[in-house]
Nanobody, 128 residues
C-alpha cells in the first residue's frame, strides 16, 4: 500500500502561482511513477503531468506545458506540481496518483484507471 496526501491548494488570482505537494508513505516511493490529475464537477478526471520514478522523464498535458512543472524528491517521498500563470480554467480538485513506472513512461499515463493509488485531492480555485 501507498498512502498519498496532497497539500498546497487554495485560492489564487489569475496569473498567480501555486505549488502543490504530495507526500507518500508506505511502500517504497521511489519504485513508482507519479502523476497529477485534476477533476471538475461532472467531468472525468483529467491528466495533468507525470514523472518517472527516477525523475529523469516528465510528461505534460498540452494544457500544462510551459506553465506547470512536476518534480519529485525521493529522499522526502514527495512529488510536487509547480503551477504558474494560472487561469480560471485550471480551477479543479487536484489529485496525485502512483503507478508502476511502465505506466507513466508511455501513453497509458493519461488513463486514470491505470493508477494504483490516489490521494484525497486538494482544491485549487483561480479567480479572475
Amino acid at each position: 500500500q501507498v498512502q498519498l496526501v496532497e497539500s498546497g491548494g487554495g485560492l489564487v488570482q489569475a496569473g498567480g502561482s501555486l505549488r502543490l505537494s504530495c507526500a507518500a508513505s508506505g511502500r517504497t516511493f521511489s519504485n513508482y511513477g507519479m502523476a497529477w490529475f485534476r477533476q471538475t464537477p461532472g467531468k472525468e478526471r483529467e491528466f495533468v503531468a507525470a514523472i518517472s520514478w527516477s525523475g529523469r522523464s516528465t510528461f505534460y498535458a498540452d494544457s500544462a506545458k510551459g506553465r506547470f512543472a512536476i518534480s519529485r524528491d525521493n529522499a522526502k517521498n514527495t512529488v510536487y506540481l509547480q503551477m504558474n500563470s494560472l487561469k480560471r480554467e485550471d480551477t479543479a480538485v487536484y489529485y496525485c496518483a502512483a503507478a508502476r513506472d511502465i505506466v507513466v513512461t508511455n501513453t497509458r499515463r493519461e488513463r486514470a484507471y491505470e493508477y494504483d493509488y490516489w490521494g484525497q485531492g486538494t482544491q485549487v480555485t483561480v479567480s479572475s
